[in-house]
């Protein structure tokens, strides 16, 4: 089904926590889709929680504001409790997430919490858009220039997508090249690409003498076999829509594996 965005219940959330710069720019989009838009966010940064959720302890959340809650745990608490506790009398029709600061592409969804807090609302039957910006090796001193394409397309680009009916346990992942408005050359429905990570431990020593780690963002990489991946789109400069499906099942290994171990 479709959503009538100007009569919508919108819940915006993300992983960068519920003060980041990508956040409020994303508040302030959703309430020119729509006058019924919530924030349900974590308290602090939860990047590369992936789909986690918080079983060991309590989790707890605090009004901030009008519409406005943190959530002391991660995205997908976030979303939960949004969903099933803050807005239970009346659940919301979409779910954004992010604008997060860095892509997530090729396999930063496996790791990604903005990612994760959409899939949480999908399995929730609730459309979710994952929106997130590249921040790369771009020259500092057009820091401010960084979120106009953001600011500039967005918004559109969300109502196209809500014009579509997606297929049951289909959430979009969208991602915007970090670069001034003037300079992005359009936007690419394409796949999501993978990229060969290499070594992510960081091996340092401290003042003391200790070793300690820290971890490294994956590799670059590319797997030439996937030209039109949405990594390589995004650092040609496009907007890149990529729609991801729940169902992980590889069908074709599925046969195979019918005919090797039942015999078929």
Request: charged letters at 25%; aromatic letters at 6%; glycine letters at 8%.
């Amino acid at each position: 089904m479709t959503i009538d965005l100007k009569n919508a219940r919108i819940l915006v959330t993300n992983d960068d926590g519920v003060e980041a710069e990508g956040i409020v720019l994303l508040e302030k989009i959703a309430r020119t889709l729509c006058d019924d838009v919530w924030v349900v966010a974590p308290d602090a940064e939860r990047s590369g929680a992936g789909h986690s959720l918080t079983m060991s302890q309590p989790i707890r959340y605090h009004q901030l504001g009008p519409r406005r809650f943190e959530v002391v745990g991660t995205p997908t608490d976030s979303v939960l409790i949004g969903v099933s506790e803050i807005l239970k009398d009346k659940k919301p029709d979409l779910v954004l997430s992010g604008i997060n600061r860095g892509a997530n592409v090729a396999e930063d969804v496996t790791y990604s919490g903005t990612i994760a807090a959409a899939m949480e609302a999908t399995l929730l039957e609730i459309p979710a858009i994952a929106l997130s910006n590249f921040f790369g090796s771009i020259d500092e001193r057009i820091d401010e220039a960084r979120w106009t394409a953001v600011e500039h397309f967005a918004a559109d680009i969300i109502r196209k997508l809500t014009k579509v009916s997606w297929p049951h346990g289909n959430l979009m992942n969208v991602n915007f090249p970090g670069i001034p408005t003037k300079d992005v050359k359009g936007i690419k429905v394409c796949p999501q690409g993978r990229r060969r990570i290499g070594d992510k431990l960081d091996k340092r020593t401290d003042p003391k003498g200790r070793t300690y780690f820290w971890i490294a963002g994956p590799g670059t990489e590319p797997f030439e076999d996937q030209p039109h991946a949405d990594y390589r789109q995004l650092a040609d400069g496009f907007i890149t829509i990529t729609p991801l499906n729940m169902e992980l099942t590889n069908y074709k290994m599925l046969d195979a594996l019918h005919a090797v171990m039942e015999g078929a």
